[in-house]
């Protein structure tokens, strides 16, 4: 640990001399509780970061940042599409993307720094409950994913493969992710297969380009950005860990999809089938003001344009069938080689952009007393995971349907969109509409058919309560031996229990 006499001097290299002013009050708890934290800063690095995030935040509040003439959609050639494609094609790609799996080649990779703050809760997102008949965790429902998809390859191949699971955390939810899996016994995965890091954390910066103090002791930090993934690589020795398991991909996604498919062998082997060293799930945009970013050209260069980047009249373009030029939603779901990470953590992740965030910072004033400032006080850097597709030599994207796997846990219920509820409602439409492709006939509690409704939206239950457990089925299938001509009682669970009654009674 540094001593005073070290901090003071790194400190006021950086310009940063008031990180200390308090340190006299303090316990010696307390001081050596924020000398840590100071021992984490590198001067170079600290003034670099101070400046750039001052500058930075110059340039948001003037930036005019129109890059609408230069746009250009991804050229139909480097894009899937699970709707556009024929069953042939999709069963050779999901074919390839599980003998990948068979073969121990491929891991997931999850971005779940950030806390869940918007939910209202205290705790990571991924433990996170919508209130599913089982009582599921996001965690749990992923964990159970993974351990179907590599009982797939498994049955298919005739062998026993394991597909790693990364999970990157931060300060803020690297202990209680780690306690969640453990008292929940990993939910079935060998512990030795999930991997916990932590990405970075960053000072939060005033406007005059000076740290924030939250607390006498303790800076104000933040996670630096899902974009910090490539940096956490190389300080917790991943890549070593990826390349000693022999692992060649990636799927890299975000915690609070509940409808992402872990290792999707489709999504695979498309990227693997196309030579591709950075890949990315999309979804068509629901209408052109959507509130998502756009995967498209910029001078030639792969990249995600936020939406509030984008003109109104540039996000309202048609092509010739009337459909949405700039149509092809991010939904932070991406494919990776590990040589492609491996190359972007060593040369380019210094080049990688840095986007502001202009938050309201809790701070301690020069009296010592907690501030709750009412509006913007500070900045706050991140980097995004997408930003390093303009490094890729062969992008491509691949355009799934929305209803099927993008289903994002983002506010509170109250809220119009991605909550709770409109994330529950998604998981149990899907499960319905697989209940009946198998073959299923719903009853309700006085055991009279529920009427068929095959489209049901996020505003609305369906028909009938279905929950089907991941260890069921991965997505839809071998349910028709099952379900084929049984009648359900809503609401239906369909876990091991229940799957071994309905088998006995064939």
């Known amino acids: 640990m540094l001593s005073i006499e070290e901090a003071k001097s790194r400190l006021e290299t950086a310009g940063q001399s008031h990180v200390l002013q308090f340190c006299t009050e303090l316990s010696a708890e307390e001081r050596n509780a924020l000398l840590e934290e100071i021992s984490q800063l590198k001067p170079e690095e600290l003034i670099e970061h101070c400046r750039a995030a001052a500058e930075a935040a110059s ?117 209680p992710t780690e306690k969640f899996f453990k008292d929940h016994q990993y939910f079935g995965l060998c512990p030795s297969n999930v991997v916990m890091f932590e990405q970075r954390m960053i000072p939060a910066v005033g406007f005059d380009g000076k740290i924030i103090l939250e607390k006498k002791n303790k800076i104000a930090m933040a996670p630096d950005g899902n974009g910090g993934l490539y940096r956490a690589l190389v300080d917790n020795k991943i890549l070593e860990d990826m390349e000693r398991r022999s692992v060649e991909y990636l799927h890299v996604y975000c915690v609070d999809n509940i409808l992402v498919k872990m290792a999707d062998p489709v999504f695979i082997g498309f990227c693997v089938n196309k030579g591709a060293d950075c890949g990315a799930k999309v979804v068509d945009k629901a209408y052109p003001a959507e509130p998502v970013g756009v995967v498209c050209r910029v001078d030639g260069v792969y990249q995600v344009i936020e939406y509030s980047e984008i003109q109104p009249e540039t996000a309202e373009l048609r092509g010739p069938g009337g459909e949405l030029l700039f149509s092809a939603g991010n939904i932070c779901n991406h494919f990776f080689t590990r040589g492609f990470l491996k190359e972007v953590a060593e040369k380019f992740e210094s080049q990688l952009k840095q986007h502001v965030a202009i938050k309201k910072v809790p701070f301690v004033d020069g009296e010592g007393n907690l501030v709750k400032p009412t509006k913007p006080n500070g900045i706050k850097m991140e980097k995004f995971v997408f930003d390093v597709f303009q490094f890729s030599k062969k992008f491509v994207a691949f355009e799934v349907l929305r209803e099927e796997e ?48 095959h489209s049901v939206t996020q505003n609305e239950d369906p028909p009938a309560i279905c929950e089907i457990s991941p260890l069921i089925s991965y997505f839809g299938e071998g349910l028709e031996k099952l379900l084929n001509q049984k009648n359900l009682k809503s609401p239906f669970l369909l876990d091991e229990n229940e799957a071994k009654n309905l088998v006995q009674t064939t």
Not at 62 to 79: H, Q, T, W
Not at 148 to 153: G, N, P, S
Not at 438 to 450: C, R, S, T, V
Request: charged share 20%.
């Open 59 to 175: 340039r948001h509040s003037s930036a005019d940042g129109r890059l609408d003439a230069r746009m250009k959609p991804v050229p139909p050639e480097f894009i899937g599409s699970v709707s556009k494609s024929d069953k042939e094609t999709l069963k050779t790609w999901g074919d390839e993307g599980l003998l990948q799996i068979s073969q121990d080649k491929v891991a997931v990779l999850l971005l779940a720094g950030g806390q869940g703050t918007r939910l209202g809760v205290p705790y990571p997102k991924g433990m996170y409950s919508v209130g599913l008949p089982s009582g599921k965790t996001l965690y749990q429902i992923q964990a159970e994913r993974i351990q179907k998809v590599q009982e797939l390859a498994n049955v298919k191949h005739g062998c026993k493969c394991t597909v790693p699971w990364y999970i990157m955390t931060s300060e803020f939810t690297l202990g």
């Open 406 to 453: 993008f289903s994002p846990l983002k506010n509170a219920d109250g809220a119009p969109l991605d909550t709770p509820t409109t994330a529950r409602r998604s998981l149990l439409a899907q499960h319905y509409r697989w209940a009946l492709t198998a073959g299923g006939n719903f009853l309700d509690e006085q055991d009279k058919p529920i009427p068929t409704k």
